[in-house]
């Protein structure tokens, strides 16, 4: 299993302003998705949340973008691309994972990555976070957002390239 290996991470958000952008393709795996995110954030104290609904996955990178210039502290991006019979599906993966890290790097804003790349909707259901899922991938990436933001918060920011 993916998750095997996590760590336990704990973290005080509450002064922290957390962009969450998340697609709409796939209702059911991104209602989890979601619902982990809010819920990894308000564990960790974030009050200020900035959402965002996108029509697709491809289109995350531009919101995340728009957020990161906004202010924000961290950035959460959760999507969902299943596999198909084209190729569809590695141009989807690839320009979100490329699109979410050059944001990242570019901005110096940390984003959580929550896409979830799967073959099948059953394996997309079984990392979503819902009721007998084994995953939360929505908790992981809100929490790794905000646990990044903290760690770089003391650290001064970077000079937009």
Known sequence: ????????????GSRLRVGLVHAG????????????ARRGLAEAGVQNVVELKVPG??????AAARLAASGVDAVVALGVVVRGGTPHFDYVC?????????????????????????DTIEQALDRAGLEGSHED??????????????????LPSPVPA
């Open 25 to 36: 393709w796939h209702e059911q795996v991104m209602g989890g998705l979601v619902d982990g």
């Open 1 to 12: 299993m993916s998750g095997e290996g996590s760590p336990t991470i704990t973290v005080d």
């Open 137 to 154: 991938k929505g908790h992981e990436a809100a929490t790794a957002a905000v646990a990044a933001a903290a760690v770089l918060s003391d």
């Open 57 to 62: 996955t491809f289109e995350l990178p531009v």
């Open 94 to 118: 690839l320009a979100a994972t490329n699109g979410l890290t050059d944001v990242s790097v570019r901005t110096g804003v940390p984003v959580g990555f929550g896409v979830l790349t799967c």
